[in-house]
T-cell receptor, first 115, second 115 residues
Framework: GAGVSQSPSNKVTEKGKDVELRCDPISGHTALYWYRQSLGQGLEFLIYFQGNSAPDKSGLPSDRFSAERTGGSVSTLTIQRTQQEDSAVYLC?????????????FGPGTRLLVL | AQSVTQLGSHVSVSEGALVLLRCNYSSSVPPYLFWYVQYPNQGLQLLLKYTSAATLVKGINGFEAEFKKSETSFHLTKPSAHMSDAAEYFCVVSDISAGYSTLTFGKGTMLLVSP
């Protein structure tokens, strides 16, 4: 079956613009995760969804970041008023139920560059 | 919170030589540990995982890792390196301290393979 897909694969934007990043998880996976990979910070966790709910949004870097998931499937990560420090690769992952032993399957990422 | 430390940001080996990538973890509870690999310009792929069954875990592409509780280590090995093994390797712990499972990544080790 299809893996995790993300779009766009690359995004270049100007400082101050809003961007939307999309993640389509593996069909049937109830758990969905967003991570960010940047040179200075390595790989860091942003937010977790179980179904359509995100129990904890404290991992989001600032209030310019928001995420939603609809229909227990596709998720969108939105960054408002982008800043240069938002430049990074944004990775989405999904797992079957969110259990600690489960494998998280990663998408190819969206490479965001803020000029 | 749980954490992992990878020793060496870069490891260089010759083709055919032993690969040893070091990882130590910090956890107050039995950890669930993973090794992920990231090939250039690609997403993260699971190599292997330890979930408290056998301490010696075999993964894809000839890699294996041994969980040693006494040393709090989970080093990754491969008897004979191949050029195609050149990639970045991440030691990862599944952290449940937030009340749900997220992955905490080490800083990564870039494996360089020379002919």
């Amino acid at each position: 079956g299809a893996g995790v897909s993300q779009s766009p694969s690359n995004k270049v934007t100007e400082k101050g613009k809003d961007v939307e990043l999309r993640c389509d998880p593996i069909s049937g996976h109830t758990a969905l995760y967003w991570y960010r990979q940047s040179l200075g910070q390595g790989l860091e966790f942003l937010i977790y969804f179980q179904g359509n709910s995100a129990p904890d949004k404290s991992g989001l870097p600032s209030d310019r970041f928001s995420a939603e998931r609809t229909g227990g499937s596709v998720s969108t990560l939105t960054i408002q008023r982008t800043q240069q420090e938002d430049s990074a690769v944004y990775l989405c992952a999904s797992s079957l139920r969110g259990g600690q032993r489960e494998t998280q399957y990663f998408g190819p990422g969206t490479r965001l560059l803020v000029l | 919170a749980q954490s992992v430390t990878q020793l060496g940001s870069h490891v260089s080996v010759s083709e055919g030589a032993l690969v040893l990538l070091r990882c130590n973890y910090s956890s107050s509870v039995p950890p669930y540990l993973f090794w992920y690999v990231q090939y250039p310009n690609q997403g993260l792929q699971l190599l292997l995982k330890y979930t408290s069954a056998a301490t010696l875990v075999k993964g894809i592409n000839g890699f294996e890792a041994e969980f040693k509780k006494s040393e709090t280590s989970f080093h990754l090995t491969k008897p004979s390196a191949h050029m195609s093994d050149a990639a970045e390797y991440f030691c990862v712990v599944s952290d449940i301290s937030a009340g749900y499972s997220t992955l905490t990544f080490g800083k990564g080790t870039m494996l360089l393979v020379s002919p």
